[in-house]
């Protein structure tokens, strides 16, 4: 499966941004499509994913009550809705899936062979 991410931006604190992601060659029906960042000098860090089969959903607490995973399943996309964004933000925003994915695992970059190029996003204070 190929995954196209876009939507990243400049924005100010406290500013929204939607990122979407979507993936071709494969439908994500049985796959876990997640959210990872990374931001300079750091390493890559989950985000959000999203259980297409059950439409559950996780999150890193970083970013819990301002983040929303949300999926379109007519369009094969996964969106990451953000608001409230602060600076430490900041970050190229990975998507990512795959259909090995375990839900001891979600959170594991490891986990996914499959991503998107990434898009940046950068918060101003």
């Known amino acids: 499966v190929q995954l196209q991410a876009s939507g990243g931006g400049l924005v100010q604190a406290g500013g929204s941004l939607r990122l979407s992601c979507t993936g071709s060659g494969r439908s994500f029906s049985n796959h876990y499509t997640a959210w990872f960042r990374q931001a300079p000098g750091k390493e890559r860090e989950f985000v959000a994913v999203?259980?297409?089969?059950?439409?559950?959903?996780y999150y890193a607490d970083s970013v819990k009550g301002r983040f929303t995973i949300s999926r379109d399943s007519a369009k094969n996309t996964v969106y990451l809705q953000m608001n409230g964004l602060e600076p430490e933000d900041t970050a190229v925003y990975y998507c990512a899936a795959d259909r090995s994915v375990i839900l001891t695992t979600y959170h594991y970059v490891s986990a996914y062979n499959y991503w998107g190029q990434g898009t940046q996003v950068t918060v101003s204070s």
């Open positions: 999203l259980r297409w089969s059950s439409g559950r959903t």
